[in-house]
């Protein structure tokens, strides 16, 4: 994979990375607030581990690539996550995290501070059942997809039900497991439909546009993605999770390229381990560093106001940034 | 359906499985045994799918690549927990058992977890080949030190450990032989490892070095030549003594306890008729274990109801066994962390044995301290009336108006897998019962949760028996 594609009128450079696997355990999703903030929920560590389990949401500096603050621990009680899944900011700033165990959404201040729930379990109107992918929309309401009743809900922000679609399936509408929610610029909602290997987009109430991607490892082709994300030119990324890649669509679902990660440089906090531990140092020159390059498990997208992709992976921690350019002219050499 | 032949998938499937609940008996004794069988040694032929790792790894996402132990060793838990396909574990953990290799030297459980995806995919297949796949480990080549053994200066460690454990059993080679073996499989090594910091584990790479061979002749096991590692493997198996050995581990693992392996060199096997049938059907197949174990299950000697309950069940068949039984973790959650750690507490770490011998079996899985936690861990599993199985139970025998103390324990012993206790115990806990009254269920809230209490009381108590401990 070179680290400048171009493929028709588009030009991707690979720009940077950044955090490792201290800084996020087991990613699950990622937003972007105010410039160079990230917010990503580390899925964490199977309850009952001794040294703790390590589920938290973080909100990160993507520029120096260090922790602002953690919320939410490990935990059954309130505040705390089992299995966060998904994470967005309201129009007022506070963070709101799925857990697709407890069935709840948990709130937080941007500090960090628990603030409260909402939720119930079930699968009438208004409950919830698996909840993962949470975007609010431009109006501050929140949409949100459940995994177990293959559903998306639209809520207020504190939880009160407006409106809803889908039920299992494969068809049009339908769902199976659904992970990542994304909403456009458009206010589109776009929902990683996980087990039908597929992204279906949708209109703000619900109706079916249309579906990107078909099971397998093809091109064009999804397993079991898990996170979405448009540009400002409506370009389309899936987080192409169970194939270890990400898959760029132009807006009508015709297959653009694919980013397979391209991290040839640490990152800075890996920077900062790695110079800290001489016999990293010397076990890094004797080994094929070039494994670390491609993603592994990527599980989520996002794109910046400077049309950079932002990719994080579950199994790394870490975030591979592209930049989309803007008037690319290929350099001329004398060959 | 016969109690008998419902008796005898039980049995069936305690040792080619983890047990099975009574609706399951019943189906597969409906099918017949010998259809069970096959079923057993050919999932994919009958339709019955894998474990779905991306499932598995969507809810215990560090399942896939786990930094430490002990959350390394969920991966393996989790399939005990999941599979529809149980003889496939347990060869895995059969072959886990035999070939054995410790992530306390080894410190990347997601190495060790591709040595058992390895045992899992080919533990059914061709004993030749899982030995050469097993020469190219880089778990066992680490863990045996074979990445020190060079053509000027081999390494007896893994020669000696394939001769002695893996294939033919003391007694039946020499200290010549294993340095023989030691030589040809040098330059056998794996490619230099990546840190586990600052992006996790990968994945380390077998990588042969011609030029760190020791090429020249050997003299192995009465043979001469240029052996190279391959060859050592080939001669190992035309030895008899392997064919022995491997059989006679087959029924150590799956008919009935033997004394512990060091002792096999001085004590007779159990059977040795059974374990010579065992090892002439292994040569006869070509070394194919599904053959193999065709022959074993479908054997007299395995049907006798000599060797029922003539087992100790290791922890991990205690843990996933009960677990299953139960039915609980038929959709993922949390808590496969828990169990995991469990079954070492009763002295079994996963993918972690104490040595390149395994863990000691038999009577020696039992001690004071591991029997109550073996006896409190299923007592608590069978006293909660809110996990599916349990619930099934109470449902089933509460079908009946009234129950005399004898219904409700005989109705517990084979809901629980047609368990047979001594009379004596059988005794105890119909007298037991008795002292509560009569068993009924009755038809308010109260009466029925006071029934299910009774019956919960009971599958505690044979919990606590002798016989729940056996497989």
Known sequence: MALIQTIGERTYTYSHCVGSLFAFTAPSDLVLGAKGVAYVPSRGVDPGYPQGGLQRWSKWDLEDDVKIVDGGSQGFDDGQLIWPAGISLAPDGRVFVTDEYMNRVSVYADDG???????????????????????????????VAESRNNRVQKFTADGRRLSAWGREGSG?????????????????????????????????????????????????????????????DGDVYVADWGNNRVQAYDAEGDIITSFYGDARELSKSAVVFVSANSDFVKARKRADTSLEWAFRRPSAVAVNEDNQILIIESISGRIQVYQKEEDYIDPQFNL | ????????????????????????????????????????????????????PFLMYRYHPMNEIPGAPPFGSMNVMYYMLTTKRPLEEKMTLFWHMVFATGNSKIDNPTEMNRQMRMFREHGLGNYRDLLARLAKDPAMIYWLDNNMSHKHAPNENWGRELLELFTMGQGNYTEDD???????????TIKPKLPRAPYGRFLWEFDYRPEDHDGSEKEFLGRKGNFNGEDIIDIILEEPATARFMARHLYNFFVADEVQVPSWKDVPPRDPE????????????????????????????????????????????????????????????????????????????LINPPSVEGWHTGS????????????????????????????????????????????????????????????????????????????????????????????????????????????
Not at chain 1, 215 to 232: E, F, K, N, Y
Not at chain 2, 25 to 35: Q, S
Not at chain 2, 398 to 424: H, K, N, Q
Request: with cysteine; glycine share 12%; aromatic share 10%.
């Open chain 2, 178 to 188: 294993v340095k023989m073996a030691s030589r040809a499989f040098t330059g056998w």
């Open chain 1, 113 to 143: 501070e628990y603030l409260g729930k909402w939720g119930e379990a079930g699968d009438a109107k208004g409950q919830i059942d698996g909840p993962t992918g949470i975007r609010f929309d431009a109006e501050g309401n929140v949409y």
């Open chain 1, 172 to 232: 049009p509408g339908e769902f199976n497991m659904p992970y990542g929610l994304h909403i456009d610029r458009h206010g589109d909602v776009y929902v990683a439909d996980w087990g039908n290997d597929r992204v279906q987009k949708f209109t703000p109430g619900g109706e079916f546009i249309a579906q990107f991607g078909s099971p397998g490892s093809g091109t064009g082709q999804l397993r079991r993605p898990t996170g979405v994300a448009t540009d400002r």
């Open chain 2, 274 to 349: 059974a374990v010579q049938a065992i090892a002439d059907v292994f040569v006869e197949s070509d070394f194919d274990i599904k053959s193999t174990l065709r022959f074993l299950f479908n054997s007299d000697f395995f049907k006798d109801e000599g060797v029922w309950f003539a087992k100790v069940k290791n922890p991990a068949e205690v843990v996933a066994g009960t677990t299953r039984l139960v039915g609980d973790f038929q959709e993922p959650k949390p808590g496969v962390m828990m169990l995991t750690l469990e079954a070492g507490y009763q002295g079994q770490e």
């Open chain 2, 1 to 52: 359906m016969g109690s008998k032949s419902i008796a005898l998938i039980a049995h069936l499937m305690r040792r080619a499985g983890f047990g099975a609940s009574y609706q399951e008996l019943e189906e597969r004794a409906a099918k017949g045994y010998e259809a069970t069988v096959e079923e057993l040694l050919d999932p994919a032929a009958h339709g019955t799918p894998p474990v779905d």
């Open chain 2, 364 to 471: 020696e899985w039992i001690d004071t301290g591991a029997l109550v936690r073996r006896v409190n861990f299923v007592a608590e599993m069978l006293g909660d009336a809110g996990k599916p199985g349990v619930k099934s139970i109470i449902d089933t025998l509460g079908a009946r108006t009234v129950l005399s103390p004898e219904e409700l324990v005989d109705g517990c012993l084979e809901m629980l897998g047609a368990i047979r206790v001594e009379e004596g115990t059988r005794r105890q806990l119909i007298d037991h019962v008795g002292s509560g009254g009569e068993v009924r269920r009755g038809s308010s809230e109260e009466e029925i949760r006071a029934f299910g209490q009774r019956v919960t009381e009971v599958l505690q108590l044979i919990a606590a028996t002798r016989e729940y401990q056996f497989a």
